[in-house]
């Protein structure tokens, strides 16, 4: 942690005080100039020792506004050079990466530009990159994420090069956008901004118009949208930044044997006369004209010299002879010079004899006239071959500029996270009521009665509770869409918010937003009136994130009412596709609406919160994720959630939580891996149960064992919130979240990338959820693969230890297989406080340490963050640390101090320090004085003996006051 905040203190100060100031995207995009080697027409900025944004621009303009990714460049400035060796040739060198640029006035390129890294990688002690690798192209990439895992079940690929992101304009689309990890076993990866729309002075999102429209590359253009929505129009296509391009049309050859005349049209309802017949599809043209192209027209002489009645010719000029005029466009082809790869000449024949013209668009064409005696009187110019149709769109991204970040950090996965977050901005920490325990439930027939139950028969089976979410039954639905409350089903909403919040609990809703806002709505008078729409019409106020006037008074007439009433946050429920983003390419409609409901709660005291679908990169700005609805009933479902949760972390998105919840109808049906299923989601960021009518998640009315089970997971991440919600802070300060992939703090090993399965929670904790059925003997098996290095016991108890190997561990239905780093500190929350209603929000009152004691340890620490758990107050000091220090000799010394203040923090806490397998104490000192040992333990100012365990109980003691234990 030390090693990562020296490399990203000098800038965080500037982002975080621009975060506390609620701005929606704090940060600087100018570079410092001195950061900056421009050459031509590229520019290298040298952002950190392993993070270089390299830039081409063929009008060599260059872009410095931020991003929908990129908000700040205004790094501190890294120790590098740039020298000359030899015409037009650059080598710039950090102390990490060695770039050699050679300005040959074209765009990047493996003959023009070559980065060498000057730190080993996993995969390579010498990796070099060129421009022709590409993240998806890199076998060594270790991914990152996709959009929700909504529909999916079993295993999945999280390679972005090899998933399919086509979707109908409406659907569910689960793999866009998917983009891949900012770190690499090859020891580099590319981040690609060159699309990304812009912030504008306006505080909104614009589209990107760097580049051009390539036209000469048409058949490699890439649609303005994926999938099957886009633009219809060349207005709102340019409007979204791209660039408008009708589909070809297809000219076909029609031949007339009466009066010897070869005719090419799209259809023969353009034929002068009579007597033609098709023959064949010739060739694809363009509708419209652009810089590199020319008409090909038809021209037609009434009375040519043969005497048959009518010529037509189709040329790109009128035939020598006379009496040849002007008809009609027939379509544009490109200009003749260099022929774009994939077309076919267009020429011009004649047949003196029959004075008859033969316009050929290929090979077929042209050897049919060779054998009927024509002659080529001229080439064209080319088109496409009539099949298959050229991979083009009506509406296409501009091209021709480049924006990359290149990350160059060897196996400093770490140091590649923090990079990231110095231009793109932290993580916030969540409200710290999210990182308890939420519950939602779906149907048509839950009621206000129903509510009150639920919370009271969870509270009565033991179950902590922080969050309620009210899914789509909230409101009236005719549809999906909806913001008025149903009173038919809750009469009174504002009365029964009030007792959940009196309850302690924290309320959430969800909203489907894709149908507008519709006129039975209470708030569509006000709404459609601010949108210029005649409230009498009754037209639905359509739903277009990207317009600025639909979105904030969506916000501030639609939304602010519902949360003035109670409601807390909002869970954004989009699985429309794209429709609503069609004024900016590059951008989801999830993006957008995370972005905007994060940065524009109502209440400016408050920090944001959503719970949201990943909407693509800069996402992790926005907590939390929502992974959507995954079929459970399939074992590999739970097997790759956990990988799926872990690998998000290689892009900073650190707080996806999924919806636990079980397939079958009845409390009884697959119960077993239902209780799998919410242990994974106890020990993963974020935790929401789910239900509906046919998958209930009533966990009062599961079978003793299985309820036992789920109580005890849930009372275990209710005690574990300290030590989350410092992971919270150190992933805001830090980039690394608090679930990581093992090879993170074990890069050179290649077991650490063959575990997917298990991960690092924090830096002391291996956590390895059952993903398989129990047996015949009741258990489980996972095989859990333990780093050399020291020994790592079974957590809590510390009863079994492992090192430097491959084990299959057993579980039981209510087991977990957990482990600690020997010599660690896991903080916790006392049991009865963890579980009480609302707990999660409150500030930590009492603190257990559990020190697990090792021979071969000889000092260790840990910490605990605390703040109001609610504000954005934490961006600017309010907050505190309590830090445990400990040393072994003869005796145990450990002191405990706190540092800071927020408002609201407890005076007096009550700490409790337990040493596991530390059995050999015989006296305890607080402060100099001696502790009396007691027979039942827990008693404050009491310590005692419990199995192996040494524990210490403190009286309630002022929080400003050190706290000094002496065991010996």
């Keep these: 942690r030390q090693v990562i905040m020296a490399a990203t203190s000098l800038v965080l100060g500037v982002l975080l005080a621009g975060l506390a100031a609620h701005a929606s995207n704090p940060g600087n995009p100018v570079a410092n100039p001195l950061s900056v080697v421009a050459l031509g027409n590229a520019r290298f900025t040298i952002l950190t020792p392993s993070l270089v944004r390299m830039e081409y621009e063929a009008t060599g303009t260059f872009n410095d506004a931020q991003t929908t990714v990129v908000w700040n460049r205004n790094t501190a400035v890294p120790?590098?050079?740039?020298?000359?060796?030899?015409?037009?040739?650059?080598?710039?060198?950090?102390?990490?990466?060695?770039?050699?640029?050679?300005?040959?006035?074209?765009?990047?390129?493996?003959?023009?530009?070559?980065?060498?890294?000057?730190?080993?990688?996993?995969?390579?002690?010498?990796?070099?990159?060129?421009?022709?690798?590409?993240?998806?192209?890199?076998?060594?990439?270790?991914?990152?994420?996709?959009?929700?895992?909504?529909?999916?079940?079993?295993?999945?690929?999280?390679?972005?090069?090899?998933?399919?992101?086509?979707?109908?304009?409406?659907?569910?689309?689960?793999?866009?956008?998917?983009?891949?990890?900012?770190?690499?076993?090859?020891?580099?990866?590319?981040?690609?901004?060159?699309?990304?729309?812009?912030?504008?002075?306006?505080?909104?999102?614009?589209?990107?118009?760097?580049?051009?429209?390539?036209?000469?590359?048409?058949?490699?253009?890439?649609?303005?949208?994926?999938?099957?929505?886009?633009?219809?129009?060349?207005?709102?296509?340019?409007?979204?930044?791209?660039?408008?391009?009708?589909?070809?049309?297809?000219?076909?050859?029609?031949?007339?044997?009466?009066?010897?005349?070869?005719?090419?049209?799209?259809?023969?309802?353009?034929?002068?006369?009579?007597?033609?017949?098709?023959?064949?599809?010739?060739?694809?043209?363009?509708?419209?004209?652009?810089?590199?192209?020319?008409?090909?027209?038809?021209?037609?002489?009434?009375?040519?010299?043969?005497?048959?009645?009518?010529?037509?010719?189709?040329?790109?000029?009128?035939?020598?002879?006379?009496?040849?005029?002007?008809?009609?466009?027939?379509?544009?082809?490109?200009?003749?010079?260099?022929?774009?790869?994939?077309?076919?000449?267009?020429?011009?024949?004649?047949?003196?004899?029959?004075?008859?013209?033969?316009?050929?668009?290929?090979?077929?064409?042209?050897?049919?006239?060779?054998?009927?005696?024509?002659?080529?009187?001229?080439?064209?110019?080319?088109?496409?071959?009539?099949?298959?149709?050229?991979?083009?769109?009506?509406?296409?991204?501009?091209?021709?500029?480049?924006?990359?970040?290149?990350?160059?950090?060897?196996?400093?996965?770490?140091?590649?996270?923090?990079?990231?977050?110095?231009?793109?901005?932290?993580?916030?920490?969540?409200?710290?009521?999210?990182?308890?325990?939420?519950?939602?439930?779906?149907?048509?027939?839950?009621?206000?009665?129903?509510?009150?139950?639920?919370?009271n028969q969870l509270a009565n089976a033991s179950i902590p509770l922080d969050t309620y979410i009210f899914d789509m039954n909230w409101h009236l639905k005719p549809d999906w869409t909806g913001y008025t409350w149903d009173t038919q089903e809750y009469p009174t909403p504002v009365a029964l918010m009030a007792w959940l919040h009196n309850r302690g609990l924290y309320l959430g809703a969800n909203l489907h937003d894709a149908q507008g806002v519709m006129p039975f709505e209470a708030a569509y008078p006000n709404m459609a009136r601010a949108n210029g729409i005649d409230p009498s019409s009754k037209t639905t106020v359509a739903f277009n994130i990207t317009n600025k006037l639909f979105s904030d008074t969506l916000q501030t007439l639609v939304l602010e009412p519902r949360a003035t009433e109670g409601l807390d946050f909002w869970w954004t429920d989009w699985q429309q596709g794209l429709p609503g983003v069609g004024a900016v390419t590059g951008i989801t409609p999830t993006?957008?609406?995370?972005?905007?409901?994060?940065?524009?709660?109502?209440?400016?005291?408050?920090?944001?919160?959503?719970?949201?679908?990943?909407?693509?990169?800069?996402?992790?700005?926005?907590?939390?994720?929502?992974?959507?609805?995954?079929?459970?009933?399939?074992?590999?479902?739970?097997?790759?959630?956990?990988?799926?949760?872990?690998?998000?972390?290689?892009?900073?998105?650190?707080?996806?939580?999924?919806?636990?919840?079980?397939?079958?109808?009845?409390?009884?049906?697959?119960?077993?891996?239902?209780?799998?299923?919410?242990?994974?989601?106890?020990?993963?960021?974020?935790?929401?149960?789910?239900?509906?009518?046919?998958?209930?998640?009533?966990?009062?009315?599961?079978?003793?064992?299985?309820?036992?089970?789920?109580?005890?997971?849930?009372?275990?991440?209710?005690?574990?919130?300290?030590?989350?919600?410092?992971?919270?802070?150190?992933?805001?300060?830090?980039?690394?979240?608090?679930?990581?992939?093992?090879y993170y703090a074990y890069p050179t090993l290649a077991e650490a990338y063959t575990v997917p399965q298990q991960y690092l929670l924090g830096d002391d904790l291996i956590v390895a959820p059952v993903f398989t059925p129990v047996g015949q003997d009741d258990v489980a098996l996972v095989d859990v693969w333990f780093p050399p290095g020291g020994w790592w016991y079974s957590f809590p108890d510390g009863k079994s230890e492992y090192t430097d190997s491959v084990a299959t561990i057993t579980a039981t239905i209510d087991e977990v297989p957990v482990f600690v780093r020997a010599g660690a500190v896991v903080p916790l929350r006392n049991y009865s406080e963890a579980i009480a209603h609302g707990s999660a929000s409150l500030p930590f009152l009492a603190l257990q340490f559990h020190l697990f004691y090792s021979r071969d340890v000889t000092a260790g620490s840990t910490w605990v963050y605390d703040d109001d758990g609610i504000s954005e107050s934490y961006m600017t000091g309010a907050f505190t640390n309590t830090t445990l220090e400990y040393t072994l000799g003869s005796c145990l010394n450990v002191s405990i101090m706190t540092a800071g203040s927020f408002a609201g923090m407890p005076v007096q806490r009550m700490y409790t320090l337990r040493v596991v397998n530390f059995a050999s104490a015989s006296a305890v000192t607080f402060n100099g004085q001696s502790v009396p040992r007691a027979a039942i333990p827990g008693q404050p100012g009491t310590w005692s003996l419990v199995g192996e365990d040494s524990v210490v109980t403190l009286p309630w003691t002022p929080v400003a006051t050190k706290i000094v234990l002496t065991l010996c």
């Design 591 to 742: 993006w957008l609406l995370n972005h905007v409901r994060f940065t524009n709660y109502s209440g400016s005291a408050r920090r944001g919160l959503i719970h949201s679908r990943f909407g693509g990169m800069g996402s992790h700005r926005y907590p939390t994720g929502f992974g959507g609805d995954v079929n459970v009933g399939d074992w590999n479902s739970i097997k790759f959630m956990i990988e799926f949760t872990t690998t998000a972390s290689n892009v900073l998105f650190c707080y996806w939580g999924h919806e636990m919840m079980r397939s079958g109808g009845s409390p009884t049906d697959n119960t077993e891996i239902f209780v799998r299923v919410m242990q994974m989601g106890a020990w993963s960021p974020v935790f929401t149960s789910w239900g509906n009518g046919g998958q209930n998640n009533n966990l009062w009315l599961m079978p003793p064992v299985y309820l036992n089970a789920t109580q005890h997971v849930l009372a275990m991440r209710a005690q574990t919130l300290p030590l989350r919600y410092t992971l919270a802070r150190i992933a805001y300060e830090t980039g690394v979240g608090q679930q990581r992939p093992m």
């Design 79 to 455: 120790h590098y050079t740039a020298r000359s060796v030899g015409d037009n040739t650059e080598v710039i060198e950090t102390d990490q990466l060695q770039i050699q640029y050679t300005n040959n006035g074209k765009p990047f390129s493996a003959e023009n530009l070559q980065v060498k890294l000057l730190s080993p990688a996993f995969s390579t002690s010498a990796p070099t990159w060129t421009p022709a690798l590409t993240s998806g192209n890199d076998p060594g990439n270790l991914f990152g994420t996709f959009h929700t895992l909504d529909t999916l079940s079993g295993m999945q690929n999280l390679n972005c090069s090899e998933l399919d992101p086509t979707f109908e304009a409406d659907s569910t689309i689960p793999y866009y956008p998917c983009v891949m990890g900012l770190i690499s076993k090859s020891g580099w990866a590319l981040l690609d901004d060159s699309r990304s729309p812009l912030f504008g002075s306006d505080d909104w999102v614009h589209p990107r118009l760097d580049g051009t429209c390539n036209t000469d590359l048409a058949v490699n253009r890439t649609a303005c949208f994926p999938g099957q929505w886009s633009p219809s129009n060349a207005s709102t296509c340019a409007a979204a930044g791209c660039c408008w391009d009708p589909q070809p049309v297809t000219l076909n050859l029609y031949y007339s044997a009466l009066r010897q005349d070869h005719f090419t049209d799209t259809t023969c309802a353009g034929c002068q006369g009579s007597g033609y017949v098709f023959v064949r599809h010739q060739g694809n043209v363009l509708q419209e004209d652009n810089a590199s192209t020319i008409a090909l027209n038809l021209y037609w002489n009434p009375s040519p010299t043969n005497g048959r009645g009518g010529s037509n010719v189709v040329a790109t000029s009128p035939p020598q002879q006379a009496g040849y005029t002007f008809v009609r466009v027939q379509g544009y082809i490109f200009k003749p010079g260099s022929q774009p790869a994939g077309t076919n000449p267009v020429k011009l024949w004649v047949n003196h004899a029959q004075l008859d013209y033969y316009t050929t668009m290929g090979p077929a064409d042209e050897e049919d006239a060779a054998a009927q005696g024509f002659v080529v009187v001229a080439l064209m110019g080319y088109c496409w071959p009539p099949s298959p149709a050229p991979a083009a769109s009506s509406c296409f991204q501009r091209s021709g500029n480049i924006d990359w970040y290149f990350f160059g950090h060897g196996m400093r996965y770490r140091v590649a996270l923090a990079d990231y977050m110095l231009v793109s901005g932290p993580a916030p920490i969540p409200r710290k009521h999210f990182l308890g325990i939420s519950w939602s439930k779906w149907g048509n027939d839950l009621t206000q009665a129903i509510t009150y139950d639920q919370v």
